[in-house]
């Protein structure tokens, strides 16, 4: 099982829609939890960290549910600029046991339409 | 402003030779650098984790050899492509955290490699 598997997507919506993206997961022992933005060609971008009470940051919903192992994002009233790769990341240590280690899930392309 | 710094932002090489990128954290120290690879339209994928004043921590599949790393200072980490061959072509990623648990991670900018 991979350590991160995230929806492969990709997502085609219309303005103002609401879009959902999920994460799951392997290793229970994981730290914390993130979603990160990756425009086309640039690096990542930390979009909000994932909280096990769950947060919101505007229109971004950010949920954690250790118990299942997933994480979640909500982006409602999607806009034009909305349109990136979405891709989750959980802190868990290494192989080693002697560092942490930021995974990503492999991302998920959403496009807004006009 | 950027908070971690990399260099070159783009590089074109020819086969067979070595290339070295540079990642600088600029105003904090970073104990540990994480080095990433991203080819087109796929994830990032953990190449290694740079440790100030230690040996890298290589994720299997990720040749030592090929791949050198050297964080020989609390700012600065260095990859080192050898030997260099077209399919080493993508995008590196640095990383860095202020911190062994690393909760907080700044990205460098990246740096393009096409290797001809």
């Known amino acids: 099982r991979k350590e991160v598997e995230q929806d492969p997507g990709p997502f085609n919506v219309p303005e103002g829609a609401t879009v959902a993206f999920n994460c799951t997961y392997s290793?229970?022992?994981?730290?914390?939890f993130f979603w990160y933005r990756q425009d086309c060609r640039k690096e990542p971008k930390l979009l909000m960290s994932?909280?096990?009470s769950g947060n919101e940051d505007g229109r971004f919903t950010a949920q954690l549910n250790r118990a299942s192992q997933y994480i979640s994002l909500l982006i409602r009233d999607s806009k034009l600029s909305d349109s990136a790769t979405y891709l989750c990341?959980?802190?868990?240590?290494?192989?080693?046991?002697?560092?942490?280690?930021?995974?990503f899930g492999k991302g998920t392309l959403l496009t807004v339409n006009p | 402003g950027a908070v971690v710094s990399q260099h070159p932002s783009r590089v074109i090489c020819k086969s067979g030779t070595s290339v070295k990128i540079e990642c600088r954290s600029l105003?904090?120290?970073?104990?540990?650098m994480f080095w990433y690879r991203q080819f087109p339209k796929k994830s990032l994928m953990l190449m290694a984790t740079?440790?100030?004043?230690?040996?890298?921590?290589?994720e299997q599949g990720v040749e030592k050899d090929k791949f050198l790393i050297n964080h020989a200072s609390l700012t600065l980490s260095t990859l080192t492509v050898t030997s260099a061959h077209p399919e080493d072509s993508s995008f590196y990623i640095c990383?860095?955290?202020?911190?062994?648990?690393?909760?907080?991670?700044?990205f460098g900018e990246g740096s393009w490699l096409t290797v001809v």
């Open positions: 740079s440790n100030e004043g230690s040996k890298a921590t290589y």
């Open positions: 290793n229970s022992a994981s730290q914390s």
């Open positions: 994932v909280y096990s």
């Open positions: 105003d904090f120290q970073a104990t540990t």
């Open positions: 990341a959980v802190n868990m240590l290494n192989s080693g046991g002697s560092n942490y280690k930021l995974t």
């Open positions: 990383s860095a955290a202020n911190g062994i648990r690393g909760n907080t991670i700044y």
